[in-house]
């Protein structure tokens, strides 16, 4: 198959990455430098949590395989009360609250790749988890939702021209933070939810 007809797959971590790894009958291939599995079509990397980590998966993933276009899926934060937990968005722009443009009061803003028929969210992507109120507060002014890689994935992608689609589902809120357990309790219907965005790729 040729490498410019792979779809590929950047998630944090092995707990959200379960079920389309079953799925998907993907098998493990390498665990250096990252865990990644694959089938004919697909290859899924598992970055760990953070930019640095996700723009390193993003790029180690374009230059070995050549993926004709990447998904970021995972579990973001909702920063009020209109999004509910597990609820599945499209990404149409992501925002950088902690990483100021030199010499300004703005911050780096990214738009992503977009497919029709979604409801959609802006993201803000930081290192530093959005938990307390005043800091859901803070991003809520510029932001639906948070998580610790996106911008990094759609960076590295418009600087190697790969198409980059993001699709995030709510796994805290400003009421319930208990993020391991949410993440167990939605990643199922995530994955129903996206597959099809997924096999239609192929």
């Known amino acids: 198959m040729p490498k410019d007809s792979v779809i590929g797959i950047i998630m944090a971590t092995l707990l959200e990455a379960k079920p389309f790894i079953d799925r998907l009958f993907l098998k493990a291939y390498t665990h250096e430098p990252f865990e ?38 995972g579990a973001s934060g909702a920063m009020n009360h209109r999004h509910k937990l597990g609820e599945v968005l499209h990404i149409s722009e992501v925002i950088e609250p902690d990483r100021p443009i030199l010499g300004t009061d703005r911050f780096y803003e990214h738009s992503a790749d977009m497919l029709q028929g979604f409801a959609t969210a802006v993201l803000a992507t930081q290192d530093k988890p959005v938990i307390l109120p005043e800091e859901r507060a803070s991003v809520a002014a510029f932001a639906q939702l948070a998580d610790m890689e996106g911008a990094a994935v759609v960076q590295t992608c418009r600087r190697f021209n790969v198409p980059c689609y993001l699709f995030k ?34």
């Open 169 to 202: 589902f709510v796994s805290d809120t400003p009421e319930n933070h208990r993020i391991r357990e949410n993440i167990e309790s939605c990643r199922e219907g995530f994955c129903q939810s996206v597959m099809p965005v997924i096999m239609a790729k192929r």
């Open 36 to 73: 990644a599995y694959q089938n004919e079509h697909i290859r899924l990397v598992i970055s760990g949590i953070g930019k640095a980590a996700a723009a390193m998966a993003a790029a180690w993933l374009i230059l070995t395989e050549h993926p004709a276009q990447i998904f970021n899926l």
